[in-house]
C-alpha cells in the first residue's frame, strides 16, 4: 500500500555541526536500509529547499507511522502524509 | 528531468455525461501514450479525491508544459508544479 | 486499518428539491450498510454545518477510495483524509 | 454530548529528556483515567505525526476545558475544539 | 451552554429581490422569536459586511445545530461555531 | 459604541511561575474593574484555548487602543478588533 | 472617528454594460458627495487591481455600516474595515 | 507618487526596556522628519495592535525602500507594500 | 521604475471560442508592442499554468495601473503588482 | 533554462555584526560571480523588504539546486522556485 509524503527539515542553527552531521549520516543509512528492502520506494530533493518528497511501500499505516517516527530527523521535520491508490490510467500493476 | 505534479480535475455539474466521458477516454490515452514512452514515469490517485500526483520525466521545462497544457482535462484542473532532483540518499541512478 | 474523513457538502442552490431528496437518500442507505458491516464506524454531524466527521475501517487505501467515490453524494462533496494508527495511550485493542 | 478535539504536541528541543518523559507518563496515566470513564470516547494517533484526533464525551463545555487544560502536555500543544452532533444517517444510539 | 457563531450571508446575486425580502423576513422573525426566549442572546452586525457575531444559550449541541439549520438564510450562509466556557475573570454569574 | 475582540495568550514557556502570576493577577483586576464599570461588556473563555472573546463598549477607537495595550498581558497577546453596529434583527436597544 | 476600508469590486462579467456604467456612475456621485462633506477622507486606486483603499471619518461605527452598505456597487464588493486612532508619532491633530 | 504600508512591530520580550526606548525615540524622531518634509504623508495606529498603516509620497520605489530600511525599527518589523494611482473618482488633485 | 507582476488568466468555460481567440489576438498584439517600446520588459509562462510573470519598466505608479487595466484580457485576470529595485549586488545598471 | 526563484532572507536579531557581514560580502561575491557568468540573470531587491526576486539560467533542475543550497545565505532563507517557459508572445528569442 503506497503512501505520499513530503517531509521538510528545519534544522536549529544552533545545533553544534558535529552532532547535525551524525544525526544526517544516521538518518542516510536508515533511508538507504528501507529502500534496499523496498519499502522506501522513492525518495526526490525538491529543487531550492531543504525537504523531499516521498514513496513509501507498506503494509498498513502503523507501519507507515513506525518508519516516520523513527527517523533520526524526524525531531526536526514536520511531515504531510497522504494515501495513494492504483491511477485507473496507470499501466503499472504495482502502483497500488 | 523530474518534476512532480499535483492536478485537482474540477469538471463542471451541468456538463453532459457524453461529454464527460469523451474528455476523461481521450485523457486516459494521451496519459497511457506517455506513460509507454517512459515520460509520465508515475501516476498515483489521491485516496477520496478526484486528484493525483504525477512524475514527469522530460527533458526542459517547455516540454513539460506542452505535456500539461495538452491534456485533454486541461481546461478543467489546476497544477502545481514542482522541479526535483536526485536525493543524495537515494539509492536509485535514474531518479536525477 | 482506520481512516479519519471530513465530508463537506455543498449541493447547489438550483438543483431540484426531489432530485436532491432522492440523492440524499441514497446517501443514507449506502452509509447505513457500510456502518451495520463495521465499514463506516462512526459518522457525526458537525454542529451548525453540512459537514461531518467519519471514521472508517478498510483493508487498504483502495478499499477506501471505492467507498468514498461511491457516495451519491460525492460530486457534491469535498474531502480530507487522514490515515490513524492505534494511539500508545489508548485503552482499546480494536483501534488500529 | 460530544466533541472533536485535535491537539498538535510541539515539545521544546530543549526540554530535557526526563523532564519530557515524566510529563509523557503523566499524560498516558490521565488519559486512561479519562478513557476507563467513557469521557475520552477515542484517540487516535495521526499517522506520521506528533497529533491525535480524539473524541470526548462531557457534560457541557466548562467540563470539556477543564479537562482540555488539566492535560499535563497542555502547554506544549495546540488545540482544534468541533461540536459535534448525531448524525441523522447514524445507526448508532449513543453518538449524540 | 454559550456557543459564539460567526455568521456570513451569501445571497446570490439573481436571486428575485421578494424572495430574498420573503426570506430575510421569515428570518428576523424566526430569530427575534428566538432572542425573546433567550436562547439567542446577543446578535450584532459587523460593520460594513453582510456578516453578524452571536451568542447562543442552549442546553447542548444538538440543539444548536437545529437551531441553526432552521434558519431561513441557511442555504445562503458559511457558520463558524466556537464553543464558550465562564471565564475565570467574568464579573458575571450567567455567562457560563 | 461596541466591538468584538479575540485575544489569544502566549505566554513564553521559560517566563517564571510567580513572574506570570503576578500578571494574571493584575490582568484580572484590570478586566474586573472594566467590567464594573460597563466597558468590558463581556468576556467568555474559547474551550480548550487559552483565549478569549470580548465585548467592549467605548466611546472611540482611542479609548478601545489606550484598553488594550494597557493589558498587562498585552505583550504576551495577539488581537483581532472588529467594530460592530446594532443587528436590525436585534430586540435590544443597549447593543449600538 | 477614522476607519481604514479596503474595497475589492468583482463585477459579474454577464452584467450588462449600461447597467454596469449606471450603477459605477451612481458610485461615483455617492463617494464624491461624501468626500465634499469631508466624511470619505480619502480614496485611492490599489495599481493593477479594481480595488481601493479608502479612509472615513464617522462618528461612530453605525454610521460607518450605513455608508458602505449604501454604496450602490456594495452588492459586488468586499470590505475589510480596520479601526484606527492617531499614531503617537503623528505630527497631524487631525488624524484621530 | 504614493504608497501605502503596513507595518507590523515585533519587538522582542528580552529585548532591554533601555535599549527598546532609545530605538523608538529615534523611530519618533525619523518618522517626525518624513512627515515635516511631506515624505511620510499619513500614519494612523490600528486599534489593539502595535501595528500602523501609512502613506508615503516618494519619487520612485528606490527612495521608499531605502526610507523603510532606514527605520530604526525595521530589524522587528514587517512591511507590506502596495503602490497607489490617484482614484477615478478622487475629488482631490494631490493623490496621485 | 521597475514592477513585477504575476497575472492569472481565468477565460469562462463557456466563452465562445471564436471570442476567446480574438481577445487573445488582441492581448498578443497589445502586449508586443510594449515589449517593442521597451515597457514590457520581460514576460514568462509558469510551467504548467496559464499564468506569467512579467516586468515593466515605467515611469510610475500610474503609467503601470493604466497598462494594466487596458489588457484585452484584464477582465478575466488576477494581478499581483511588487514594486522593485535595484537589488545591491546587481552586476547591471539598467535594473533600477 | 530559465527559474523564477523569490529569496527571502531572515537573519537572526543575535548574529553578530561582524559575522553577518562577513556572510553577505560572500554572497555578493557569490551572486556577481554568477552574474558574470550569465547564470543569475536577474536580480532585483523587492521594495521594503530583505526578499529578492531573481531569474536563473540553468541546464537543469540539479545545477539550480545546487547554486542555490550553495549561497553562503541559504541557512537563512527561505525559498519558492517556479519553472518557467518562453511566453507565446515574447518577442524575446532568449527567454526559453
Given amino acids: 500500500m503506497l503512501f505520499h509524503v513530503r517531509m521538510d527539515v528545519h534544522i536549529p542553527l544552533d545545533l553544534p555541526a558535529d552532532v547535525a552531521g551524525e544525526i544526517k549520516a544516521r538518518e542516510k543509512a536508515y533511508s538507504q536500509d528501507l529502500q534496499r528492502r523496498g519499502i522506501w ?54 502502483e497500488t
Same sequence: chains 1, 2, 3, 4, 5, 6, 7, 8, 9, 10.
Fill in 41 to 94: 520506494r522513492h525518495i526526490w530533493r525538491i529543487a531550492g529547499e531543504y525537504a523531499n518528497y516521498s514513496i513509501f511501500d507498506v503494509k498498513d499505516n502503523a507501519e507507515l507511522h513506525d518508519i516516520l517516527i523513527g527517523l533520526p530527523l524526524f525531531p526536526y521535520m514536520s511531515m504531510t502524509v497522504t494515501p495513494l491508490c492504483r491511477h485507473p490510467s496507470s499501466i503499472r500493476d504495482d
